[in-house]
Structures are given as C-alpha cells and as structure tokens.
C-alpha cells in the first residue's frame, strides 16, 4: 500500500543553523511531493512543493530534495528561526485522485533561542 | 487575506449524537475537503467535494459521514451518529482546483465524544 512517513518525531536546533526535516516515502506513482507546517492550535500550511521529475526546489529560506532511487524527501530550512517552531508533515499528491493529500507522520522541529 | 474558517471551534457531543461541523471556504475556491487528526497523529483524508458531489473519499468516511454544500458558502461535515473513537481535530481545506497542491486549512474543530 501507499505511506509517507518520517525518520525522526523529533528535531532541536538553535537558533540560526540549519535544519534538515526527513521522510520517506513508498508510493513511487505521486506526482508531487509537498511539506507543510503545522504550528500549535492551526491547521496545516503549505510550505513548498516539488513534482516527480525533479530532484531540487528552492523557496524563500528553504530548500526540498527528491531522492527518487531510495524513495526520500527532505526539507531543508536554513537559518532556524524561532518562528520555524513546528510539526512539519510531508504529504504526497497523485493527479485525478479528487486532490487528496496524504499526510505522512510529522516530525516537530523545536528551535531553540 | 482570505482564509478558511470552521465552527465551532470546540464541540462536545454524547455518543450517538449527531454533529454538524461547519466551513467557510475561500470564496473563489472550487475545491473543498474535509481531513481529521487524531491527537499526535498524522493529518488523514476524508473526502474531497467538487461541483456539488464527493470527488473522492477514503475508507474512514463511511456511511456515518455526509458532506454538504447548502449554499453558496459553507461546506458541512455530519456524523450521524457519533463514535468515541471519532474524537479529533477536523479540519475543512479548499483549494482552488483540483490539481493544486497547495490547499488552504482552516483553523479545525476539535469534536469531543463522550
């Protein structure tokens, strides 16, 4: 079956290093791959995405790599600030599926000042 | 800036109950869907709503679940009867089509069954 999921639950970085947010993923046929961000007491929100075919998509402050061969996505943020405080969640997204996301485990970044 | 809104905020319901959990999507959005999260899990799919009629639908929404659009406002999700195990954060999201990844979550509504 299909799953996204999360190496870590966990991640402490001071502030203004650099974070790296991992998951793998096993659904081969997801056309994108997206990280959103959930802050305590909101709903998710989108970060960033990135389509099947490539490997490298750059934001503002964050960069999200696709490693197709082991099945693994990552999300980069450089320069942790407080504000990145967090449970960052990895989804995938098939065409003709009605839109749906699939959500993998989350992975809370605590930043520390 | 436009957002996502859902009411209650928080509702407390007996086992058995009916509830009505309500959004208000972005209003040009065409998309609705209606997630849950259990607490310190992952966000899950229920079902997706375009046009009037559910685009998709995962196997949690079961014949228990319904979801309206009575006007040209809000969306709805109905338990109809509800389960102690169907206590969780749900969240409405809308996007503009179907093929955006980026959907636009409102704040949820925690649904408590006792």
């Known amino acids: 079956g299909e799953s996204v999921g999360l190496h870590l639950p966990t991640l402490s970085v001071q502030e203004g290093d650099n974070s790296i947010i991992n998951c793998a993923y096993s659904?081969?046929?997801?056309?994108?791959f997206i990280w959103y961000k959930q802050e305590s007491g909101k709903g998710p929100q989108f970060i960033i995405d990135i389509r099947s075919n490539m490997d490298k998509r750059q934001g503002q402050r964050v960069t999200v790599l696709l490693n197709k061969t082991v099945k693994h996505l990552s999300l980069q943020i450089a320069a942790t600030q407080p504000g990145d405080s967090a449970v960052y969640f990895c989804?995938?997204?098939?065409?003709?599926?009605?839109?749906?996301?699939?959500f993998g485990q989350g992975t809370e970044l605590s930043v520390k000042p | 800036e436009p957002e996502v809104t859902q009411t209650p905020s928080h509702q407390v319901t007996q086992m058995g109950q009916e509830v009505i959990l309500r959004c208000v999507p972005i209003?040009?959005?065409?998309?609705f869907y209606w997630y849950r999260q259990i607490l310190g899990q992952k966000v899950e799919f229920l079902v997706s709503?375009?046009?009037?009629?559910?685009?998709?639908k995962s196997e949690i929404f079961d014949d228990q679940f319904s979801v309206e659009r009575p006007d040209g406002s809000n969306f709805t999700l109905k338990i109809r009867s509800t389960k102690l195990e169907d206590s969780a954060m749900y969240f409405c999201?809308?996007?503009?089509?179907?093929?955006?990844?980026?959907?636009?979550f409102g704040q949820g509504t925690r649904l408590t069954v006792v």
């Open positions: 209003s040009n959005h065409l998309y």
């Open positions: 709503f375009y046009n009037n009629e559910i685009s998709e």
């Open positions: 659904n081969s046929a997801s056309d994108y």
């Open positions: 999201a809308s996007s503009l089509q179907e093929f955006d990844t980026e959907a636009f």
């Open positions: 989804a995938e997204y098939t065409y003709n599926q009605g839109g749906k996301l699939i």
